[in-house]
């Protein structure tokens, strides 16, 4: 790759597109209506309930120092299963809904340029209690699950989506998060994309320190076959794709904290 590609790719990193874009002629600013906060699903299609906030007993506490001190990247997990209030507690602290949503906008427990959160959130479930093995989409706004497919081999495909890393086949769960991007597009035009990768680290790092708190570890990926990964979410890989996922295990034994 010459020095020139390097050059060029690294306008990516600078915030020169203010610039050039005529914000007037952004969806947004055209009356155009904002994208809907969660990706819709078919109406009656068959959901899985997460125990909500106010009902979790056995989330462990942590304080904020220690979470931060003890984070890092664990790649080796026990072979024991999540339950569903510390799935229920991961996914609330990555995309949890703070308030209802008004105005094409709501507010989570994670930041987002604009308040857009172009994101929508997958799991790739192998070992969580009560969840058959599958493909499930968080669903923020009534804090629920929906199934996308049962896969019985999912852990075998993992590995090969992921460019042969083998934690997303030993993981308990890997999240995986897509984007959306009209959502940003809408109101950034040409300056969306940018931002949608500095919320794709809010995300995860929100992630990491919740893991802290019930005794498990992940390991942030950022490598893998877009094609497969997409294709095993089910996503079309042009107005929504994967860009980013974390397995999410019990800390093992040789990871210590």
């Not at 874009?21 to 068959?46: C, M, R, Y």
């Not at 994101?119 to 479930?125: G, H, Q």
């Not at 070992?127 to 699950?145: D, K, V």
Request: hydrophobic share 40%.
């Amino acid at each position: 790759m010459g020095e020139n590609i390097l050059e060029d790719y690294r306008y990516f990193l600078k915030d020169y597109i203010r610039k050039r874009i005529d914000f007037s002629q952004t969806a947004q600013n055209q009356g155009l209506p904002p994208p809907p906060v969660e990706k819709p699903h078919p109406a009656g299609a068959p959901t899985v309930e997460l125990p909500r906030p106010d009902a979790w007993t056995d989330v462990g506490q942590v304080d904020l120092a220690t979470a931060i001190e003890r984070r890092r990247s664990r790649r080796v997990f026990q072979q024991v299963p999540l339950s569903m209030e510390e799935i229920s507690f991961l996914l609330w602290a990555t995309q949890g809904i703070r308030s209802h949503p008004k105005a094409g906008h709501v507010y989570r427990t994670v930041p987002s340029a604009g308040c857009r959160h172009a994101f929508e959130t997958y799991l790739a479930v192998l070992n969580i209690e009560t969840l058959s093995p599958g493909i499930y989409r968080y669903l923020p706004l009534s804090h629920r699950l929906l199934r996308q497919s049962k896969d019985k081999k999912l852990s075998r495909k993992l590995v090969p989506a992921t460019l042969g890393q083998p934690y997303p086949g030993s993981a308990a769960v890997t999240f995986v998060w897509t984007a959306i991007p009209y959502r940003m597009e809408w109101r950034y035009g040409l300056a969306a994309h940018k931002v949608i990768a500095l919320d794709a680290g809010h995300v995860c790092q929100n992630l990491y320190l919740a893991c802290e708190a019930i005794g498990a570890g992940t390991c942030a990926i950022g490598a893998y076959d877009q094609d497969a990964l997409d294709a095993l979410l089910e996503v079309d890989g042009r107005d929504e794709f994967a860009v980013y996922l974390a397995p999410v295990g019990k800390i093992g034994p040789g990871e210590s904290r």
